[in-house]
């Protein structure tokens, strides 16, 4: 299943396949925060309706897309299996033949899309209409500067949230990749995703230039 590569109709996947889609939506705030916000994940719930295998072949579980000219990254992407029986489990962006049963369901969440630009510079009205449509929660707007109260934008709230963003905010990088180095990554692996950080890799000669 490839959903962060192409968007197949759920009619066509729950005719094709012995499954039924509980769930296809955005994820509020899965979007890197920026003066032009990054695009939202999306979750989508496949209940299974006969015993077989599923694999996934995905991607951006380790780093986000990163944010540009002081834009942030976005939410990485996660997959959890529901069983029949209560019990959850997290399973890796690249997995082969896990096994189903009918009733399992498989919440399936997409990344996000880096944002652009100085998050305190987007429009708070537009920060606003995000939150009607549901694709930014009214506490994410605070990743904007903007406070949001009883349904509008709390005006003296915001400007002094962004005030004090703005005095805390060092020069804004091109790219913000969410983390300084691999090794700083790797160490919070662990913490962040549920999954050891992946090894380095090895590099083997297997032929050698004749002398």
Wanted: aromatic share 10%.
């Amino acid at each position: 299943m490839w959903p962060g590569f192409t968007n197949v109709p759920n009619e066509f996947l729950e005719a094709y396949f012995p499954l039924r889609i509980r769930t296809y939506a955005t994820i509020p705030d899965s979007g890197g925060a920026g003066l032009h916000r990054g695009g939202n994940g999306i979750t989508i719930a496949y209940e299974m309706l006969e015993a077989g295998e599923i694999s996934i072949h995905d991607d951006r579980w380790l780093t986000s897309t990163w944010g540009v000219n002081g834009g942030a990254p976005c939410m990485r992407s996660t997959k959890r299996l529901v069983r029949t029986d209560g019990t959850e489990e997290n399973i890796p962006s690249k997995c082969d033949r896990i096994a189903v049963k009918p009733g399992d369901i498989l919440h399936f969440n997409t990344w996000g899309g880096g944002g652009w630009g100085d998050p305190c510079k987007r429009d708070a009205e537009l920060v606003l209409a995000d939150v009607a449509r549901g694709l930014v929660t009214a506490e994410g707007a605070k990743r904007y500067g903007v406070v949001i109260s009883r349904g509008k934008v709390d005006a003296a709230a915001t400007e002094k949230l962004r005030a004090d963003m703005s005095r805390r905010r060092a020069d804004a990088k091109l790219f913000d990749r969410g983390f300084e180095s691999l090794e700083e990554l790797k160490r919070r692996c662990k913490a962040e995703t549920g999954f050891e950080a992946p090894k380095d890799p090895e590099f083997f000669t297997f032929m050698q230039a004749a002398e």
